[in-house]
C-alpha cells in the first residue's frame, strides 16, 4: 500500500526526520490559507498523487504570492496528473500538498529498500538526488551507493559514515545524516515499510539536511498489525477493478490487451500470459484465483474479468490440484448465467475432477470452446479474439 506524500512526511517526523512545513488541501481557497499559516514568501504547492515524476508532469508548482499559490492548486485540483510512472490514464488529484519553500544547496537520493539478492536491508544513496534514480544507475551506475544491513546486527555507524562521504557530506553534516538514516531505518522495520525513499534530500543553504520529499510503501501482508496505516489507503488512487478484486482475495492486474485470462496459479498464469504473446495476442490481465478457490470467488472472478470492455474472448486455464475442476466450472457456470457473455470462452481444465468439469460445461448450454492442452487454448484464444474484435 503506498501512502501519499503528507502521510509520509507526518510518519518521518514522528520519527524525528527534519521535513518542512506543510499543510494539506483539497480547494484552491485551502491551499491559500494554509500558506497564508505558513508564513513566509515562497511555498510549493504539490499534488498528492502515487506515482513519482510529479514535477516533470506540472504537479509540482513554485508559488511567491498567495495569488500564485491559489492559481497552482485551481489548475491541479479536480485533474488527472500523468506522469511517467501513471500511464495515460493518469491519476485523480483530490489533494495538494502547500509547503514552505526551500533553500536548497544540493540535492541527494536516498531510501531503504529490501535487498531480495542478499536477503537484507539496503540503503540506496546517491549525490544525483532530484532525478530519475533509474536513469542515474543505467548511464552511471558508479554514482550509485549501497550498503547492505546485517539482521542481527542492524545499521552500523561505520556505515552511515560510509554513505556520508560517498555523499560529500562532512563536519556536523555527517552526525545528521547518521540520525537521519538509523531514524529510515527504524520507520523501515516498524512500519512494515517495503520502501522508504525521500528525493530529495536536500542540503538547505544554512548547511542542514532536510527530506524535501517522502515516500513510503507498506507491505500488503502486514497492514494487519499497520491499523493505523492501512486507515491511511486512498481508494481513488488505485485501480478500480484492481480494488474490487482485492475485496475477493484474488491476484489481479490490469493489462492492456483483449484477451481476459483466469488461472490458478501465479506461475501458470505467468506461462498463459507468455504463451498468448508467444500466438500473436495480447492479455487482458493477470488473475490468479488461487489454489484454495471457492465457487463464489471463481463466479467473482469471472464478473470481473467481463466487466473490462476491451475484452473480446476470455482463456480460463485451471489445472486441479488442490482446487477442484468441477466446482470452478460451476463457478464459471454461475458468473455467466448471471451478468450473461458475448463473447468466445475457451476453457482447458486438467486435474481433480476435470472429466465431471468438462460434462458441467458440455451440459450448461453455455457453448465454450474446450481445448485440449494450453498452446491448444492459446491458440483458439488468440484465434477467437481476433475474429469477435
Excluded at 479536480?78 to 540535492?107: C, D, F, K, M, N
Aim: proline share 4%; aromatic share 4%.
Amino acid at each position: 500500500m503506498n501512502l501519499h506524500e503528507f502521510q509520509s512526511k507526518k510518519l518521518f517526523a514522528e520519527y524525528g526526520i527534519p521535513v518542512p512545513k506543510g499543510v494539506i488541501a483539497d480547494s484552491a481557497a485551502g491551499a491559500i490559507a494554509a500558506a497564508r499559516g505558513l508564513g513566509g514568501t515562497v511555498w510549493v504547492v504539490k499534488a498528492q498523487v502515487h506515482a513519482g515524476g510529479r514535477g516533470k508532469a506540472g504537479g509540482v508548482k513554485l508559488a511567491k504570492d498567495l495569488d500564485a499559490v491559489g492559481a497552482a492548486a485551481a489548475g491541479m485540483l479536480g485533474t488527472r496528473l500523468v506522469t511517467h510512472q501513471t500511464g495515460p490514464e493518469g491519476l485523480p488529484v483530490e489533494r495538494v500538498y502547500v509547503e514552505q519553500g526551500s533553500a536548497i544547496a544540493r540535492e541527494y537520493y536516498l531510501s531503504v529498500v529490501l535487498n531480495r539478492d542478499a536477503g537484507r536491508v539496503a540503503f540506496v544513496a546517491s549525490a544525483a538526488g532530484g532525478m530519475d534514480i533509474e536513469e542515474v544507475a543505467e548511464r552511471e551506475p558508479h554514482k550509485i551507493l549501497r550498503v547492505d544491513v546485517h539482521p542481527a546486527a542492524g545499521l552500523q555507524d561505520f556505515q552511515c559514515r560510509q554513505l556520508a562521504f560517498g555523499l560529500g557530506l562532512s563536519g556536523a553534516q555527517v552526525a545528521q545524516f547518521g540520525q537521519i538514516a538509523r531514524a529510515l531505518y527504524r520507520l523501515y522495520l516498524e512500519r512494515d515499510a517495503s520502501l522508504v525513499e525521500v528525493n530529495p534530500l536536500i542540503l538547505t543553504g544554512g548547511g542542514d539536511l532536510l527530506a524535501l520529499d517522502a515516500k513510503v510503501n507498506i507491505e500488503d501482508n502486514a497492514l494487519y498489525r499497520q491499523r493505523d496505516l492501512a486507515a491511511m489507503r486512498d481508494p481513488s488512487q488505485e485501480d478500480p477493478m484492481e480494488r474490487h478484486a482485492a475485496e475477493h482475495e484474488l491476484n489481479y492486474v490490469s493489462l492492456d490487451g483483449n484477451i481476459a485470462c483466469m488461472v490458478n496459479g501465479a506461475g501458470l498464469a505467468m506461462a498463459t500470459m507468455d504463451l498468448i504473446q508467444l500466438h500473436g495476442g495480447a492479455p487482458a490481465n493477470f488473475l490468479d484465483v488461487g489454489g484454495g478457490a471457492t465457487k463464489e470467488r471463481v463466479s467473482a472472478a469471472f464478473k470481473l474479468i467481463l466487466s473490462n470492455p476491451k475484452v473480446s474472448a476470455i482463456l480460463i486455464n485451471i489445472f486441479g490440484g488442490i482446487v477442484r475442476c468441477d466446482m470452478i466450472a460451476e463457478g464459471i457456470i454461475a458468473a455467466v448465467k448471471e451478468v450473461g457473455v458475448t463473447i468466445p470462452v475457451v476453457v482447458r481444465l486438467e486435474g481433480t475432477n476435470a472429466p465431471r468439469a468438462r460434462e458441467l460445461l458440455e451440459g450448461s448450454g453455455l457453448g465454450v470452446i474446450p481445448a485440449s492442452d494450453l498452446t491448444d487454448a492459446a491458440n483458439k484464444a488468440v484465434r477467437m479474439a481476433g475474429a469477435h474484435a
